[in-house]
């Protein structure tokens, strides 16, 4: 049964909404993209951080494995895509949830 944070993450994908939280003793303002399980089985979410306190320059991807995050909270913003994707996202190895694959085709009715 996945974690209150995996099913936090996840509605957070389907409403497109943001999720602020802290990971690695750093606040993080994300759009959250895909998520899953990562080569470990561990939950995993790939996501787009605009906002916050990073270790290097912002906007960025971020790979977080979700057991390390604290303090997840979605809210209502403007969503961010993130810049393109050069080479194959290799953070989720097992996808659960994709937004460009699994919720914009539904809304699209493609």
């Known amino acids: 049964m996945p974690s209150r944070t995996y099913q936090l993450f996840r509605n957070a994908i389907l409403a497109q909404q943001q999720v602020t939280c802290v990971y690695e003793g ?3 303002e994300l759009c959250p993209h895909i998520i899953g399980t990562d080569k ?3 939950e995993a979410v790939l996501a787009w951080q605009f906002g916050g306190q990073s270790s290097g ?3 960025q ?3 977080l494995k979700l057991a390390n995050v604290r303090g997840a909270r979605a809210r209502d913003g403007r969503w961010h895509e993130g810049g393109s994707h050069r080479t194959t996202q ?3 190895k ?3 949830l994709d937004i460009n694959v699994h919720v914009r085709k539904l809304r699209s009715g493609s």
Do not use: F, S
Request: charged fraction near 35%; proline fraction near 11%; include cysteine.
């Open 61 to 63: 991807w971020r790979c």
């Open 90 to 92: 290799t953070c989720i």
């Open 57 to 59: 320059p912002l906007p």
């Open 40 to 42: 470990g089985g561990e």
């Open 94 to 96: 097992d996808i659960d």
């Open 26 to 28: 750093r606040h993080r």
